[in-house]
Nanobody, 124 residues
Framework: QAQLVESGGGLVQAGGSLRLSCAAS????????MAWFRQAPGKEREFVAV????????SYADSVKGRFTISGDNAKNTMYLQMNSLKPEDTAVYYC?????????????????WGQGTQVTVSS
């Protein structure tokens, strides 16, 4: 069973950058596809990015493509989300998630394990 802990959130001005981290309790990246989701107040949880267990496939939401980069470090059991050119609409609680299937899903219902979330606030 994977345990996930996010960190790296905070307050940043529009146009700035943040790097989120998701630390796993085991060699999660060898067994699971890993993803980032986010949820703003009053909105549903939405897909941000996903990386395959092998690290050779990624997929991004259109709203973050070209600005965010997902990556993983198996040696450190840690996944990252580098967020550049941040916008106020990126403000949300960001969650990491793990899925044991072979496909890269964008629906949160497909993911088996979740972290507790980290707040990202982008001021205008």
């Amino acid at each position: 069973q994977a345990q996930l802990v996010e960190s790296g959130g905070g307050l940043v001005q529009a146009g700035g950058s943040l790097r989120l981290s998701c630390a796993a309790s085991e060699r999660t990246f060898m067994r699971y596809n890993m993803a980032w989701f986010r949820q703003a107040p009053g909105k549903e949880r939405e897909f941000v990015a996903v990386i395959s267990r092998s690290g050779d496939r990624t997929s991004y939401a259109d709203s973050v493509k070209g600005r965010f980069t997902i990556s993983g470090d198996n040696a450190k059991n840690t996944m990252y989300l580098q967020m550049n050119s941040l916008k106020p609409e990126d403000t949300a609680v960001y969650y990491c998630a793990a899925d044991s299937s072979s496909l890269l899903y964008k629906s949160p219902s497909k993911y088996d394990y979740w972290g507790q979330g980290t707040q990202v606030t982008v001021s205008s």
